[in-house]
């Protein structure tokens, strides 16, 4: 297509008149149903390919999108233009849309030149930066990376609900996975977090102190005294470390094992910040 390597509106234009030619082409007289058949596709495909790199170095990004989708629909090995489909998709700045992108920059990866590959040497650096743009964005995950080459090589397009996750995602789902499986060390995790940060003493005074927390569960580190302990250190994150003090009315009976698990509820009346210590009235 004339142009297709220069970006000057003049080129530009040249470029945009043969690429319309190259769709609206009519078959030649005396030529096969079936020769035409193939050739069409061929011309078309090739048509859509340049319409998009036009539109492409024009900005409009959508009309790019759009036209390089036609032409891997009408041919799916294409691996330079599976290439300039994800670049300009990652261009639109939409972040919901960063797997697409992931995805046609693997697929313009795998094919090999018999197949609509590239060259080995910039397949190669299409094969680099996917790697480092799959590994900031979703994070070092070899195994991850090489299912997404295989699924790539099944075709130009993703398959419907094709989601990577981003590192944000993955560390909320991980978040509420462990809330779920520990809603008592997670509660217990997020009170500290902020009695441990800058202002934690006055959230103590404001949010915690005298207020009702529900049942928390922690492993005794120490009873003083070890028979008929009044107070008791408890290990929250940690069972050899002491976090948390419960002082109690009366004596417990017997003597707390230390190592044991206990699950607790009180009011916070004292706290300390170094040493961290939240004392509980139990």
């Not at 990577?164 to 809330?179: G, W």
């Amino acid at each position: 297509v004339p142009g297709l390597s220069k970006e000057d509106p003049e080129s530009l234009d040249l470029a945009d008149k043969a690429a319309n030619g190259l769709v609206n082409s009519e078959k030649p007289a005396g030529m096969k149903d079936e020769d035409w058949t193939k050739a069409k596709r061929d011309l078309e495909s090739l048509g859509r390919k340049a319409l998009g790199w036009v539109a492409w170095k024009r900005k409009s990004l959508d009309a790019a999108e759009k036209e390089f989708t036609a032409a891997l629909k009408i041919n799916e090995k294409q691996a330079e233009v599976s290439q300039w489909l994800g670049s300009v998709i990652f261009q639109m700045k939409k972040p919901e849309r960063q797997s697409e992108v992931l995805y046609h920059f693997a697929r313009a990866s795998v094919l090999a030149p018999n197949e609509g590959g590239m060259q080995e040497q910039q397949r190669k650096v299409t094969e680099q930066y996917l790697e480092r743009a799959f590994n900031s964005f979703h994070g070092q995950d070899p195994s991850g990376l090489a299912a997404l080459k295989e699924e790539a090589k099944k075709s130009a397009f993703a398959p419907a609900g094709f989601k990577i996750e981003s590192q944000t995602e993955i560390a909320v789902r991980k978040e509420n996975e462990f809330r779920e499986k520990n809603p008592q060390l997670a509660l217990w995790m997020g009170i500290k977090k902020e009695l441990a940060g800058e202002n934690g003493e006055q959230y103590f005074e404001a949010n915690v102190k005298n207020a009702a927390i529900p049942k928390l569960k922690g492993t005794v580190v120490a009873a003083k005294p070890p028979v008929r302990s009044k107070e008791l250190v408890i290990g929250m994150e940690n069972a050899e470390v002491g976090e948390v003090t419960l002082k109690f009315d009366a004596p417990l009976t017997g003597k707390p094992k230390v190592g044991s698990v206990v699950e607790f509820e009180g009011v916070p009346t004292a706290f300390s910040k170094d040493p961290f210590n939240l004392t509980f009235e139990t």
